[in-house]
């Protein structure tokens, strides 16, 4: 009965996931022609709650709170308080598979995905590559299964999940061919945590803290609490009103990480350095269209020009937050959002480019 259901609300999912992550993630949108007259300024004429960072090089542009972190107590938010980030968590992910490669647990990222899990329905199709760059044609769980677990107050695990998707791929097969489109899937990122469980014998936390979270004193980042709590995170709103429990480990590895300001900014800095050999990188960025405006899926980050400025960004959003990391090569900047309101996702993008636009 759970699988049958969950199947069904998987193929309504996908018509309607695809639309969206058109829109996203493909042509961003956005309004930045608002009057500008510094980053402070415009985003508190915006009303933006949450935390921020823009630095060019060892120099911070803007680095402060908006607006209330707990609005029961008039707590305000504050750049060292923790956030839920959501889909930022798929840049660790891609980053632990590329460890994984570099320490031979994986051969190469065009290997196929029946080398590891041999009953997975086209698993002979689908590579490693197409899973880190949502060229799967696998769709995504998270609408379907996160609706089925409130309404029934079911608490899944990763595993299970695991075991819907492929039912749901042996019932209705794929969305398309493996390679032949983009489409954003959180089921990709999913499976990718669980590939690096099953090579590792580590859980996926265990694994990015031996080799990311610690290398790179990465003191305020881990898997967030399904119920939010103590005075070092930020509560997160919807609409105003304080969101109740998430179960965390729906996101996984696909957006169950939470961090602050200060992480996300070590983090940026080393994947704009040496965290990456050159060729990681051209695995992880991908290169930029001709034209401005037109974002190219690569692996937990995509790539975008504006004014001929090439960025990587990905956003992210969970139940009561909003996040944005924004990487600049040219002039070794970042840009970070941490939002403790959800549903801001094209409020993010006008602040990217209007930031983009008047700062670099």
């Given at each position: 009965?759970?699988?049958?259901?969950?199947?069904?609300?998987?193929?309504?999912?996908?018509?309607?996931?695809?639309?969206?992550?058109?829109?996203?993630?493909?042509?961003?949108?956005?309004?930045?022609?608002?009057?500008?007259?510094?980053?402070?300024?415009?985003?508190?004429?915006?009303?933006?709650?949450?935390?921020?960072?823009?630095?060019?090089?060892?120099?911070?542009?803007?680095?402060?709170?908006?607006?209330?972190?707990?609005?029961?107590?008039?707590?305000?938010?504050d750049p060292e308080l923790i956030y839920r980030i959501g889909s930022i968590t798929k840049s660790f992910t891609a980053a632990a598979v590329v460890k994984l490669k570099r320490d031979g647990y994986i051969n190469s990222l065009d290997q196929p995905l029946s080398d590891f899990a041999a009953d997975f329905p086209y698993g002979d199709q689908i590579t490693i590559k197409h899973l880190m760059n949502h060229q799967s044609g696998i769709p995504d769980y998270v609408g379907?299964?996160?609706?089925?677990?409130?309404?029934?107050?079911?608490?899944?695990?990763?595993?299970?999940?695991?075991?819907?998707?492929?039912?749901?791929?042996?019932?209705?097969?794929?969305?398309?061919?493996?390679?032949?489109?983009?489409?954003?899937?959180?089921?990709?990122?999913?499976?990718?945590?669980?590939?690096?469980?099953?090579?590792?014998?580590?859980?996926?936390?265990?694994?990015?803290?031996?080799?990311?979270?610690?290398?790179?004193?990465?003191?305020?980042?881990?898997?967030?609490?399904?119920?939010?709590?103590?005075?070092?995170?930020?509560?997160?709103?919807?609409?105003?009103?304080?969101?109740?429990?998430?179960?965390?480990?729906?996101?996984?590895?696909?957006?169950?990480?939470?961090?602050?300001?200060?992480?996300?900014?070590?983090?940026?800095?080393?994947?704009?350095?040496?965290?990456?050999?050159?060729?990681?990188?051209?695995?992880?960025?991908?290169?930029?269209?001709?034209?401005?405006?037109?974002?190219?899926?690569?692996?937990?980050?995509?790539?975008?020009?504006?004014?001929?400025?090439?960025?990587?960004?990905?956003?992210?959003?969970?139940?009561?937050?909003?996040?944005?990391?924004?990487?600049?090569?040219?002039?070794?900047?970042?840009?970070?959002?941490?939002?403790?309101?959800?549903?801001?996702?094209?409020?993010?993008?006008?602040?990217?480019?209007?930031?983009?636009?008047?700062?670099?």
């Amino acid at each position: 009965m759970l699988m049958g259901k969950l199947k069904v609300m998987l193929a309504m999912a996908f018509l309607i996931s695809l639309a969206s992550c058109i829109e996203e993630d493909g042509n961003t949108p956005t309004d930045a022609n608002s009057e500008y007259d510094s980053s402070e300024a415009y985003l508190e004429e915006l009303g933006f709650t949450g935390s921020v960072l823009i630095s060019k090089g060892d120099e911070y542009l803007l680095k402060r709170g908006f607006g209330m972190a707990d609005q029961s107590y008039n707590i305000p938010n504050d750049p060292e308080l923790i956030y839920r980030i959501g889909s930022i968590t798929k840049s660790f992910t891609a980053a632990a598979v590329v460890k994984l490669k570099r320490d031979g647990y994986i051969n190469s990222l065009d290997q196929p995905l029946s080398d590891f899990a041999a009953d997975f329905p086209y698993g002979d199709q689908i590579t490693i590559k197409h899973l880190m760059n949502h060229q799967s044609g696998i769709p995504d769980y998270v609408g379907p299964v996160g609706d089925y677990a409130e309404e029934n107050n079911y608490h899944f695990d990763p595993e299970e999940i695991f075991e819907i998707i492929i039912e749901s791929i042996e019932e209705d097969g794929l969305d398309f061919t493996p390679g032949e489109f983009f489409a954003y899937s959180n089921s990709n990122y999913l499976i990718l945590g669980l590939l690096i469980e099953e090579l590792t014998d580590l859980s996926y936390q265990e694994y990015l803290n031996q080799n990311i979270y610690m290398p790179l004193n990465l003191n305020h980042t881990g898997k967030g609490p399904d119920t939010i709590s103590g005075e070092e995170r930020a509560k997160g709103y919807d609409n105003g009103q304080e969101v109740g429990p998430y179960q965390m480990q729906i996101a996984y590895s696909a957006g169950e990480i939470e961090s602050n300001i200060e992480d996300l900014e070590k983090w940026g800095k080393a994947l704009l350095s040496d965290f990456f050999t050159e060729g990681e990188k051209e695995l992880i960025f991908a290169p930029p269209l001709e034209q401005n405006d037109i974002n190219v899926p690569g692996a937990g980050f995509f790539t975008l020009k504006i004014n001929d400025q090439v960025i990587y960004h990905h956003g992210g959003d969970i139940a009561g937050f909003t996040s944005l990391l924004v990487l600049i090569p040219e002039s070794e900047g970042l840009i970070i959002l941490l939002s403790n309101e959800q549903d801001k996702s094209e409020e993010r993008y006008q602040i990217m480019e209007a930031i983009i636009k008047n700062e670099f």
